[in-house]
């Protein structure tokens, strides 16, 4: 996510990203790994932009990102 003209957001969720996928070496395998941010920087993708921005509903979790994951043999 690039997030127009603000590089604290930008280096915050890299590093995030960089943290939870154990420096690009691993995926998550649950949202429990990412859960504490997820919502965060999907508001923040949100209002930077706007053709993005409809109501989130933080029940809906991103449960299909995690079983496509598990279908792939990344070594």
Not at 2 to 10: E, M, P, R
Not at 61 to 67: I, S, V
């Amino acid at each position: 996510m690039t997030v127009q003209g603000d590089l604290g957001i930008d280096n915050a969720y890299y590093l995030w990203i960089f943290d939870f996928t154990n420096g690009g070496s691993s995926l998550p395998s649950s949202f429990s790994q990412i859960q504490g941010e997820y919502f965060n920087y999907l508001e923040a993708f949100k209002s930077s932009y706007p053709q993005y921005n409809f109501p989130t509903n933080p029940t809906k979790l991103p449960q299909a990102m995690f079983n496509m994951f598990q279908g792939l043999n990344c070594n």
